[in-house]
């Protein structure tokens, strides 16, 4: 950075600090520089005006305060890492000895930390599947932990609205056992240690850790009236979104700042993740669009960029898309030619494909040229066997009435071209020898083929 856009931006914190100091009530000028330092620590986390100190010296030192906050408690992507690794959470140990550690989860962390390397949906660390175990259904659920082999099981024990005690019992591939096959698999009697961790003193500690589910919870649904009501952006909320990976308030913000999709709203790079994953029918609403959330949707499914009409894609994007599937090139949105030429050139097969023949009549002859080159040969490789067989796999000529609109503007002229460019390897003959196969087995009139015959030596 260059000494005097250095000094500016010094001045512009200056400025927003004095700002800052002169409101009612005034921040210490601690907190003031606190706030500061974490903002320029995070600052290439944050999108648009976010970005900018002038802007927040507009918004107030509360608003301030409270983005800051609420951004420091979004852990970064490395970060989030090593909590998965290292953070086992809270539980409560019911048993361990050199064989078994036998343990009750009481939040997410423990549980993903516990159930590491199971299909146990309670041990997603991208879903909230566990808090809608232990607060939504208030279950009580129990890790059987193998020391020596890694072997994992697991029972959850819950009691129905008629006050019946429901136990389920599951392996670590998440397959449902019954009790016989849940003691034979482990030798462990089970009952014992579900009738501990339904007992008095550990159900008044699973208590007490419903009880910080439901403080947040009540935050959230504070935050998101607020944000509802205004239709205003809440960094905070957002925050708490991203921790708890609650879908349904997720969605709820979404619908409240959008005003019911009728509006675009900023989103930073974690909150546009979680739509395209979560919420995928908000992206239309998203203004600032990243090339890191386009590249995510590349790689998800087939048609994941078919949402982003209006989006101008990076061909980067584009390949990328291709590369996981060549079928992709046909949901993207107003396909670059480098895209179509790049899906032509890796499967020449496509181009009967709608995508390419849309392109209009010129642009289609010479995509054609191309997938021809890329499946037959250059002019000095290809076979007039080879070339038949490609003319046969690409015009499909269902009767003499069939009005298939690549025949109708695409074949005249490409036979033309094929016998032109392969003059050298009997171009022509194969050309004669596909349009008498369309003769003898899909109808072609016999005084078109002898038309568009004639024209090859004209």
Same mark, same amino acid.
């Given at each position: ?9 010094n ?121 809608q ?14 020391k ?14 008629k ?30 240690y ?14 007490? @850790?419903?009880?910080? +589910?439901?403080?947040?919870? &009540?935050?959230?649904? *504070?935050? =998101?009236?607020? !944000?509802?009501?205004?239709? /205003? ?8 979104i991203?921790?708890?990976k ?32 979560? @919420?995928?029918?908000? +992206?239309?609403?998203?203004? &600032?669009?990243?090339? *890191?959330? =386009?590249?995510? !949707?590349?790689?998800?499914? /087939? ?26 090139v ?6 670059s ?10 499967d ?23 997938? /021809? ?19 046969q ?25 094929v ?40």
């Amino acid at each position: 950075m260059r000494y005097l856009e250095f000094k500016a931006l010094n001045e512009d914190y200056k400025t927003v600090t004095v700002k800052f100091q002169q409101e009612d009530p005034a921040p210490s000028i601690e907190d003031i520089k606190a706030a500061m330092s974490q903002f320029k620590q995070m600052q290439q986390r944050f999108q648009g005006n976010e970005k900018n100190i002038d802007y927040w010296g507009k918004q107030g030192w509360q608003n301030f305060k409270s983005f800051i906050d609420a951004q420091s408690q979004r852990p970064t992507k490395s970060q989030q890492k090593k909590q998965v690794k290292s953070q086992r959470g809270r539980s409560i140990t019911l048993d361990e000895n050199d064989k078994w550690l036998i343990v009750i989860p009481l939040d997410k962390e423990a549980s993903c930390f516990y159930g590491k390397d199971t299909d146990w949906c309670t041990t997603k660390q991208d879903h909230d599947y566990f808090d809608q175990y232990f607060f939504d259904d208030k279950t009580t659920l129990v890790y059987y932990l193998h020391k020596k082999t890694g072997a994992k099981w697991a029972t959850a024990s819950r009691y129905t609205s008629k006050g019946e005690l429901d136990n389920e019992y599951f392996d670590k591939n998440d397959n449902h056992l019954d009790l016989e096959e849940f003691t034979q698999q482990t030798g462990i009697d089970p009952e014992k240690y579900i009738q501990r961790a339904l007992g008095p003193s550990v159900q008044d500690t699973a208590t007490g @850790a419903r009880g910080k +589910i439901q403080q947040t919870r &009540n935050n959230m649904k *504070k935050l =998101l009236k607020v !944000a509802r009501d205004t239709g /205003t952006p809440n960094r905070e909320l957002e925050t708490l979104i991203l921790n708890t990976k609650n879908v349904e308030v997720g969605e709820q913000y979404l619908d409240g700042i959008t005003k019911g999709g009728t509006k675009q709203v900023e989103l930073d790079q974690d909150m546009q993740l979680f739509v395209l994953a979560r @919420a995928d029918q908000h +992206i239309a609403d998203i203004s &600032n669009i990243t090339t *890191k959330t =386009l590249m995510k !949707a590349a790689n998800m499914h /087939t048609d994941s960029l078919s949402s982003f009409k209006g989006v101008d894609i990076p061909f980067e994007v584009e390949k990328a898309a291709i590369d996981k599937n060549t079928m992709s090139v046909e949901y993207i949105p107003n396909a670059s030619d480098e895209a179509l030429e790049y899906a032509i050139d890796k499967d020449p097969d496509m181009i009967d494909s709608q995508v390419f023949i849309d392109q209009g009549t010129e642009k289609y002859a010479k995509l054609l040229q191309r997938a /021809t080159i890329n499946a037959v040969g250059d002019k000095n490789e290809a076979h007039p066997d080879e070339i038949l067989r490609w003319l046969q796999s690409i015009f499909s000529i269902q009767g003499a009435n069939d009005e298939t609109p690549v025949l109708i503007k695409h074949l005249w002229h490409y036979c033309r071209w094929v016998s032109k460019y392969y003059a050298d390897y009997n171009g022509t003959n194969a050309v004669n020898r596909y349009l008498q196969f369309l003769v003898r087995h899909r109808d072609f009139p016999e005084d078109t083929a002898k038309k568009l015959s004639k024209t090859l030596t004209d």
